[in-house]
């Protein structure tokens, strides 16, 4: 498919081909941190060396997906010590739709799950190696720049090890290992955190679009997914500039949480709902970004929507059935290795970020190789049982 850039991927390309011109991140000539910088900047290196072409975007979201699938197979692998896991985990991500689908459009999603990945290779080792903590924090730090919330991974990947490091008595080299981990991340993000401190005189962590993002989910009119109106739009204006207006929303957010907890907590399940319902969103951009009116493109799409929410459909049942026994049987936690809970750890963190904020399909992109593996190892347990 060749789709055009539309709604964040036009901003994305736009912003890219500015970079790739030198004159940084900004918008109509004016510098700006509206959303994260990382893909726009990782698209403005490869436009200032082949030039700006949405072919060579979607050229490197393939070769970027390729590496997905080793790692999430290397990944599984090495976490549930089975071959198995690992090569069922890189089955159903070979055959995916929605991913596949994701390849054409200028997205985040694809290079941010590959730096997601690289980084826990280097975290999930034996042996801690200051070397592997530095890279592992540098790619964790540019995951950062891409997806700010990614800042909490490497605590989370500690807290779901912290009991084997306990019981193996290598609790101190593991914490030497992770603080190593998150000054890298800090060295790594040094750089964009002074230049926005230089261009809005406040410390801004990565982007201004945080508190809009909190906003968003958490006011009168939220819906548990992304919506935004007039009378939202109302209730932000007055704001100066993009910080100030960042800065309020996050301030009328927290207020709302405050003032309406029953009425935070109702929308739970919305946004529960709207996070996981369906994964069909990548096909639904490409579909968006071409002008085409004839009936065999229609029918196209509608027919790959079916075949990716059914394939969705079943993988998620299928993998939630090997989490769900994967907690109920201690023989068959037993099976595995200690490492193994991690994607649990992952699927639950990404899982609160969405309540907390909103619920949109987008934002379980990165769960589906950690719930795969789940799947894979039902099936491994399946198979040397017999």
């Known amino acids: 498919m060749n789709p055009e850039p539309v709604s964040d991927f036009g901003w994305y390309f736009h912003r890219a081909v500015e970079i790739s011109q030198g004159k ?18 990782f698209l403005g290196a490869l436009f200032f060396i082949f030039g700006p072409s949405l072919y060579v975007g979607k050229m490197a979201n393939v070769i970027l997906y390729m590496g997905i699938l080793f790692l999430a197979y290397r990944l599984a692998r090495r976490l549930f010590k089975s071959e198995i896991t690992g090569r069922i ?13 994701y390849c054409s459009l200028l997205a985040s999603e694809i290079l941010f799950l590959f730096l997601l990945l690289c980084a826990v290779n280097l975290l999930a080792v034996e042996t801690p190696r200051v070397s592997k903590a530095i890279l592992s924090g540098i790619m964790f ?14 605590a989370i990947f500690f807290g779901a090890t912290l009991t084997k490091r306990i019981r193996e008595k290598t609790l ?6 992770f603080l190593i981990a998150y000054a890298s991340v800090a060295l790594t993000l040094l750089p964009w955190e002074i230049r926005n401190y230089r261009r809005f005189e406040h410390f801004v962590f990565v982007t201004t679009y945080g508190g809009i993002n909190l906003f968003i989910g958490n006011n009168p009119y939220a819906t548990g997914s992304y919506t935004v109106n007039e009378k939202m739009e109302e209730m932000l204006e007055g704001a100066p500039n993009e910080y100030e207006r960042d800065r309020k929303a996050g301030a009328l957010a927290l207020e709302y949480i405050k003032q309406h907890p029953s009425r935070i907590v109702k929308l739970l399940p919305r946004k529960l709902y709207y996070l996981y319902y369906k994964d069909v969103e990548g096909i639904d951009w490409n579909e968006r970004g071409i002008e085409s009116t004839q009936t065999r493109s229609i029918m196209f799409f509608e027919r790959f929507k079916i075949l990716a929410q059914g394939y969705y459909m079943f993988i998620m049942t299928a993998s939630l059935f090997g989490i769900l026994v994967f907690l109920g049987k201690k023989s068959y936690r037993a099976r595995f290795p200690a490492s193994s809970t991690v994607g649990l750890s992952v699927i639950s963190y990404f899982t609160i970020v969405g309540l907390v904020f909103f619920g949109h399909a987008r934002f379980h992109f990165p769960i589906v190789p950690w719930v795969t593996m789940y799947l894979g190892a039902l099936v491994d347990t399946s198979l040397t049982s017999r």
């Open 24 to 41: 940084g991140y900004s918008s109509g000539g004016t510098p700006t941190g509206y959303w994260p910088v990382g893909y726009s900047a």
């Open 89 to 101: 985990t890189l089955a159903i991500l070979s055959f995916y739709p929605n991913h596949i689908a």
């Open 141 to 154: 730090g540019l995951g950062c720049l891409v997806k700010p919330q990614s800042v909490f991974l490497p």
């Open 172 to 177: 101190r080299e593991t914490l030497i290992f």
